[in-house]
C-alpha cells in the first residue's frame, strides 16, 4: 500500500477513535507535557492558518493539510503512550 494511502488509514482510523472515547484536544496526559505542548502549538498553527486569505502559490493550502496530519501524529503519538501507561 502507498505511503499516503497508510497515512491516510492511520490518520481516519484516529480520528474515529477519538471521536468514539471522546478524545479531542484536550486528550493529552499529565505524563506527556512535551506531547501536549506540541499538540497546542500545531492547534494554534492550524488557526493561523485557516485565517490565511491568499493561497500563497499553494503553500497555504499545502501547510494547512501538513499541520492536521501533524495533528493526527501527535494525538496518535499521545494515544499510544497512553496505552503504555505514559
Not at 28 to 33: M, W, Y
Not at 53 to 61: E, L, S, Y
Request: aromatic share 4%.
Amino acid at each position: 500500500m502507498p505511503l499516503f494511502k497508510t497515512s491516510m488509514s492511520r490518520m481516519v482510523a484516529v480520528a474515529i477513535f477519538a471521536a468514539g472515547t471522546g478524545l479531542g484536544a484536550g486528550m493529552a496526559v499529565a505524563g506527556q507535557p512535551d506531547m501536549e505542548g506540541a499538540l497546542h502549538a500545531l492547534e494554534s498553527a492550524q488557526g493561523h492558518l485557516s485565517r490565511v486569505t491568499q493561497n500563497k502559490g499553494g503553500h497555504a493550502a499545502a501547510a494547512r493539510q501538513l499541520v492536521a496530519q501533524a495533528i493526527s501524529e501527535v494525538q496518535a503519538g499521545i494515544m499510544f503512550g497512553h496505552a503504555q501507561g505514559e
